[in-house]
């Protein structure tokens, strides 16, 4: 069965500095792989998706991924973060185009000043 | 990007009693989907909603509990039935646009008292 484990739990970075939120899947063939967001008290917004072609996908609001097939993990990354991005970030993986997502637990950002 | 409206946005129930959450999308989409999220906890796919025909329900999720409609390609109900307080949760709606992207609605935040 397909599984995405996001390993941190929670993360907090200063204002300014880069970030990188982990994100591993299980499944044997390639996966459609998706980034949300959810800030406090709304609905998910998406980031960002890989389905194929180039591995290094750019989403909304500066942020980036990078699908790695030999570590099974499309991590999300930002060069610089801002304190607006303080929120619930979840992973998500669906095994064909277009079917229901899958979801690994959501890494909490905290942004420091 | 796609926008899904979902009715009502917030509610607080008594417990015994049901609610209908309706689900209205901007344009046709293939596959539309329920999930709930628990307080503090990601989100779990209730069921895929077909087209004139049955829902598909997760393992621990009921027809009985939790029925649900799709009259056309761009509009679908839940019900959440007999409430109680462990169905406090957000119910979001989602639907799979051209290009196999997901969006999701703002959720419907149920509080059961």
């Known amino acids: 069965a397909q599984s995405v484990t996001q390993p941190d739990i929670h993360i907090t970075v200063s204002e300014g500095a880069s970030l990188e939120l982990r994100c591993n899947y299980s499944?044997?063939?390639?996966?459609?792989l998706f980034w949300y967001v959810q800030s406090p008290g709304q609905g998910l917004q998406l980031l960002l998706k890989?389905?194929?072609?180039?591995?290094l996908v750019q989403g909304i609001k500066g942020f980036e991924a990078e699908f790695k097939r030999s570590q099974s993990s499309f991590n999300l990354r930002k060069p610089s973060v801002h304190w607006s991005d303080a929120a619930e970030y979840f992973c998500?993986?669906?095994?064909?185009?277009?079917?229901?997502?899958?979801f690994g637990k959501g890494t909490t950002l905290s942004v420091s000043s | 990007s796609a926008v899904i409206s979902q009715k009502p946005s917030r509610d607080i129930c008594q417990r015994g009693t049901s609610l209908t959450i309706q689900c209205q999308v901007d344009?046709?989409?293939?596959?539309m989907f329920w999930y709930r999220q628990q307080p503090g906890q990601s989100l779990t796919l209730i069921a895929t909603?077909?087209?004139?025909?049955?829902?598909?329900?997760e393992s621990g999720f009921v027809i009985d509990k939790f029925p649900i409609s799709r009259p056309n390609l761009t509009f679908s109900t839940l019900t959440v039935s007999n409430m109680s307080p462990e169905d406090s949760s957000i119910y979001l709606c989602?639907?799979?646009?051209?290009?196999?992207?997901?969006?999701f609605g703002e959720g419907s935040w149920l509080t059961v008292v």
């Open positions: 499944y044997g063939a390639t996966p459609y």
């Open positions: 909603a077909n087209q004139g025909s049955e829902a598909t329900y």
């Open positions: 989602s639907g799979s646009f051209s290009g196999n992207t997901i969006y």
């Open positions: 998500a993986v669906a095994n064909q185009a277009g079917t229901a997502l899958i």
């Open positions: 344009s046709q989409v293939t596959m």
């Open positions: 890989y389905f194929s072609g180039d591995t």
